[in-house]
C-alpha cells in the first residue's frame, strides 16, 4: 500500500547511526520544518500507483512487478558504483538497470502521476488512426463502433492498465535509455567539501542530452555525485570545479527543482533549503498516447 516513490534503498545513503535522516518540508506554511526520520518513513503516497477499482491481488501489478524490480536491479547498481565505480566490465543489464532507475526519479513523482490522470481523458480517448483500424479489424457487432468510444466507457479497473502501459514504456523508452548508456559516467567523491549534497524528490539534474554539453547528475550519498556527460570534455569540466563549488552548485539545483521535499543527513543546512526550496520546480516529463487494443 505505502509506494515510494524516493526509493528507501536510496534514501539510505543519507542515514546517520540511529538509521534516520533528516527530511525537510513545509508541512504547515512558509517555514521549512527539519523532521527526522526513516528512509520508510518519507517519500511515499499511499496506493499510488495503484490501479483504481481493481481486486486487491490486481491493484498493486505495477508497484511489484516493475518498480519493486527496477529498484532491487538498481539497488545492486548503486552498489557498484559505490565501491568500483563506472570502471570496469559492466554488462548492458547492468548499465541499464541505472539508466532505467535515472528515468524513473523524473517520472514518478506523486505530481507526475497525477498529470498523467488529469489529461488522461484527452490523450487515452483520441487514439491514433492506426489503433482505430486495428480495433475495428476485431470489433465484434455489439462493440462501440469507434475505438474512441470505447475507450471513453471504459472503467478505471480497465483504463488504468492502459495508463500504466504508457507509464511504465516512458520510464523504460529505449531511444533515451540507449542514449544514457552510451554517455560518460564517473563518480565524484566530495567528502573533502565543507557541505554534504542533499538530495529531494526531484534529485536528477540534467542538461538536454542532444547538447553539446548535455548531462546527468545525481547525488548517490552525502559524499558521492554520479554524472553522465556526453563527451569526456564535458565531463571534465565537471572535475574542473573545485570540490566547494561543484557541491553547492548540485545542491542548490536539487534544492530549487524539489517540489516538496528535501534531503540531508542532518539538519546543519537548514538555511540553506529554506531560502531555495522549490524555488525553481522542475517540470513533469509526460507525454502519452492510447495503444492499440488488445487482441
Not at 24 to 48: A, H, I, K
Not at 121 to 143: I, K
Not at 237 to 254: A, G, M, T, Y
Not at 255 to 269: C, I, M, P, R, Y
Amino acid at each position: 500500500m505505502r509506494h515510494h516513490y524516493i526509493p528507501v534503498f536510496y534514501l539510505k545513503r543519507w542515514v546517520g547511526p540511529d538509521g534516520r535522516l533528516c527530511e525537510f518540508s513545509r508541512p504547515f506554511g512558509p517555514r521549512v520544518n527539519p523532521r527526522m526520520t526513516s528512509p520508510s518513513g518519507t517519500g511515499y503516497e499511499d496506493r499510488l500507483y495503484s490501479i483504481r477499482g481493481a481486486q486487491p491481488d490486481v491493484a498493486d501489478v505495477v508497484e511489484k512487478r516493475f518498480f519493486q524490480v527496477m529498484d532491487d536491479q538498481a539497488a545492486r547498481a548503486l552498489e557498484r558504483l559505490e565501491t568500483s565505480g563506472p570502471v570496469g566490465d559492466w554488462s548492458i543489464s547492468e548499465r541499464s538497470a541505472w539508466t532505467r532507475f535515472l528515468l524513473s526519479l523524473a517520472l514518478r513523482a506523486p505530481s507526475d502521476v497525477a498529470a498523467l490522470r488529469d489529461h488522461w481523458d484527452a490523450t487515452f480517448t483520441e487514439p491514433d488512426a492506426d489503433a482505430e483500424r486495428a480495433y475495428r479489424a476485431q470489433r465484434s457487432e455489439t462493440d462501440p463502433l469507434t475505438f474512441r468510444e470505447r475507450l471513453k466507457a471504459m472503467p478505471p479497473d480497465q483504463s488504468d492498465p492502459y495508463l500504466f502501459d504508457a507509464y511504465v514504456d516512458m520510464i523504460d523508452n529505449l531511444r533515451v535509455g540507449r542514449r544514457i548508456n552510451d554517455m560518460f559516467w564517473a563518480v565524484a567523491d566530495t567528502r573533502n567539501a565543507k557541505f554534504e549534497l542533499l538530495t529531494s524528490d526531484r534529485p536528477v539534474i540534467r542538461q538536454p542530452l542532444n547538447d553539446e554539453n548535455g548531462h546527468i547528475a545525481l547525488p548517490i550519498g552525502p559524499h558521492k555525485l554520479f554524472m553522465a556527460s556526453t563527451n569526456k570534455a564535458a565531463n571534465d569540466r565537471f572535475k574542473n570545479l573545485s570540490v566547494n563549488d561543484l557541491v553547492s552548485q548540485v545542491n542548490r539545483l536539487v534544492v530549487e527543482h524539489a517540489e516538496k521535499l528535501v534531503f540531508g543527513s542532518t539538519d546543519v543546512q537548514l538555511r540553506f533549503v529554506s531560502n531555495r526550496l522549490g524555488a525553481d520546480r522542475q517540470p513533469g516529463l509526460l507525454r502519452v498516447r492510447a495503444k492499440s487494443p488488445p487482441p
